[in-house]
């Protein structure tokens, strides 16, 4: 096998010696060749397994040509949109445009079209009408079925239907693209790969498909949101792999699209074979000129180390791409990986991250997902820790402690999530002291959210006091070790459930706490979560009960700026929900003032007769209750 690149021309191609290509993989991503990257994956995948794969990456969409450069190839093409859904890449929660790109050679907007995987997909139907089709990646895995659209604020059709592709496949999707070349490779049609797991097509009829769950038709979900609901409810109790129904989803009486169950997941020497292939682990040298890929820059000297999250956030897509079983690689493929890192030249001594969604999470959360999967309609952590769940920090522990030891390397960091309600659930603190001790650099990053029960409780997350309980043995442990470290939570306004109510009490706890964050993730109604469907229904779809969503954008704004309220820009924007919430206690120049009122302003006197200072702070009290 060539130690190189794959094919990103035809000179390419001829200088291995190839007459054709097997597949044509259509990215949206600039070609980076590094295992953070899907597209590497799959394209070094189907290499191993002897297959033959050029790469376009970026084609220009209004022009035919851009994706014949290596002619029809001999099985198909595949089409990812790239690492990120186009629509999240391209414009901001507000809908506005992003003016930069990480994923494309010197971070320039604009070099892949909105919808990306829809628009390669029919680029490539006006010249190749009968070559097979395969699209995935997480912008077709997210939109496989009838899905919410936020940027059009519609619902949308499954991806496969307007891509024109034949086949869909989701999840991660290291052994259904092998299944499916092999497929071809054996002869067989297209339309007759109905039965891969991890794969989504469309049909004529269901008369040989005899245990589907049938969906409500996309008309009926257009025209009632409560049947949107419920089907997407539906969708998500069936992620797993080994519980999971094959689900129809009917368009009009002559067409279905039929999503089988999803792939079962890697063993554990599967992943390491997967981690361990040929990759170049950087951008290919012909972006040199153009300044390089900066997302490389995030992950170049990052380990994956398992992949999968049973913590089920209801923002979070995870439960529908990588799935809720916890995949993981073994200690020596890890550290093999870490010592080709020191031998970098830019190496600095410092690994990134050890992790992947979720830092702390190295095996199931318990024994029986292996074989009848995950709980249908329980969360292994929400609202409280399952009985069942196992906690063991020792394998991690014993990882970080070999990593530190590998000759060139200064300080192991891990910033991949910490689920500190995990932490919390292990009785043994040695996890959190050796965190403390040797991963953390000032600061940790944690993601409470929020700090209001109500929208925790739409969130999918532990309740405040959690949280409050791991801010006091973070704090009890750096004191101990006697460092000056500290927590900065990750935070998120105008989730489904945020009244202004609960927007202010969170700019309230900012304000005990001292802290003002620099960012602030305003909630982004990406597709397949629990909280867009909220967002778009009013309903939680796991209770149906109506949820309070804060949809005009001038709400949204002022949630979000209460977040920041120290910022004199957003001084109306506070003001402005402070009265409208009726909370003008909160406008004055006592400590527990959010902001002053402007210059020249009077405040009413409490009391027109003079009274004893006593009095009067026990009247302010009474006035706050």
């Known amino acids: 096998m060539i130690k190189d690149f794959l094919p990103i021309s035809r000179a390419d191609m001829e200088a291995r010696g190839w ?11 600039a070609y980076v060749d590094h295992p953070s990257f899907g597209h590497a994956i799959i394209s070094r995948i189907l290499e191993a397994n002897n297959y033959r794969v050029g790469i376009i990456s970026q084609p220009d969409w209004k022009n035919k040509k851009s994706i014949d450069v290596f002619g029809r190839p001999r099985l198909g093409f595949i089409v990812t949109g790239g690492n990120m859904d186009s629509m999240v890449n391209h414009y901001t929660v507000s809908k506005k445009r992003r003016h930069n790109d990480a994923f494309t050679p010197g971070g320039v907007y604009g070099k892949r079209p909105d919808y990306a995987t829809v628009v390669y997909g029919n680029l490539i139907r006006q010249t190749y009408k009968d070559v097979p089709v395969i699209i995935g990646g997480i912008e077709a895995s997210l939109r496989r079925l009838a899905h919410y659209d936020y940027w059009s604020d519609t619902l949308k059709r499954s991806i496969l239907l307007d891509s024109g592709a034949d086949l869909l496949l989701y999840g991660m999707g290291e052994r259904s693209i092998v299944e499916m070349a092999d497929a071809l490779n054996s002869g067989l049609d297209i339309k007759d790969i109905t039965f891969i797991s991890g794969s989504v097509y469309k049909t004529k009829s269901l008369d040989s498909v005899y245990d589907a769950e049938i969906l409500p038709s996309f008309e009926t979900i257009t025209k009632s949101k409560r049947k949107y609901a419920e089907s997407f409810y539906t969708q998500y109790t069936n992620t797993d792999p080994f519980s999971g129904h094959r689900m129809a989803e009917p368009y ?59 913590g089920g956030c209801s923002f979070c897509a995870l439960t529908f791409h990588q799935g809720r079983i ?21 190496f600095k001594g410092y690994i990134h991250d050890v992790g992947g969604p979720t830092a702390n999470f190295r095996h199931p959360s318990c024994q029986k997902q292996l ?8 969360q292994c952590l929400f609202p409280e820790p399952c009985k069942n769940l196992h906690v063991d920090h020792k394998d991690y522990l014993s990882l970080l402690r070999k990593l530190r030891d590998i000759p060139g390397v200064k300080k192991v960091f891990i910033r991949s999530g910490i689920r500190f309600d995990y932490v919390n659930a292990d009785p043994d603190p040695t996890f959190l002291k050796e965190l403390c001790e040797y991963h953390v650099s000032g600061q940790l990053k944690v993601a409470p959210e929020h700090v209001a029960d109500p929208v925790l409780k739409r969130m999918g997350k532990p309740s405040n006091r959690v949280y409050q309980k791991f801010v006091r043995d973070y704090k009890a442990m ?10 900065v939570p990750y935070l998120m306004s105008s989730h489904p ?23 602030v993730q305003d909630f982004y109604p990406t ?45 109306d924007l506070v003001r402005e929900a402070l ?39 026990n009247v302010h009290k009474r006035k706050q209750k």
């Open 252 to 310: 009009g009486e002559h067409l279905y699209v039929v999503q089988n169950p999803a792939a079962k997941p890697l063993t554990m020497t599967e992943m390491d074979r997967v981690y361990g292939l040929n990759y170049m682990r950087t951008y290919h040298p012909s972006y040199e000129a153009l300044g390089g890929v900066p997302a490389i820059e995030e992950v170049k000297f990052s380990l994956v180390s398992n992949r999968g999250c049973f």
């Open 371 to 378: 074989t009848q999967g995950v709980c249908k309609h329980k």
């Open 527 to 571: 597709p397949s979560t629990l909280s867009t469907c909220m967002y778009y229904t009013g309903l939680d779809p796991r209770t149906m009960e109506p949820v309070y969503v804060p949809r005009n954008p001038h709400e949204k704004a002022m949630q979000r700026a209460l977040i920041q309220y120290r910022n004199p820009k957003n001084y």
């Open 478 to 487: 750096n004191e101990t070790l006697g460092k000056k470290q500290y927590l």
């Open 19 to 29: 007459d054709e290509v097997d597949f044509v993989y259509v990215i949206g991503d």
């Open 326 to 346: 916890i995949q993981t690689r073994s200690h020596e493929s890890i550290i093999n990986e870490a010592k080709a890192l020191t031998w970098e030249p830019d």
């Open 497 to 519: 459930g945020s009244t202004m109510k609960e927007a202010i009490a969170l700019a309230e706890y900012l304000r005990d706490l001292g802290y003002m964050p620099e960012q």
């Open 579 to 617: 009265e409208t919430a009726h909370r003008t206690d909160l406008i004055g120049f006592d400590k527990k003032c959010l902001i002053r009122p402007k210059r020249g302003e009077h405040t009413k006197p409490v009391e027109k007769k003079p009274v004893k200072k006593k009095t009067i702070r």
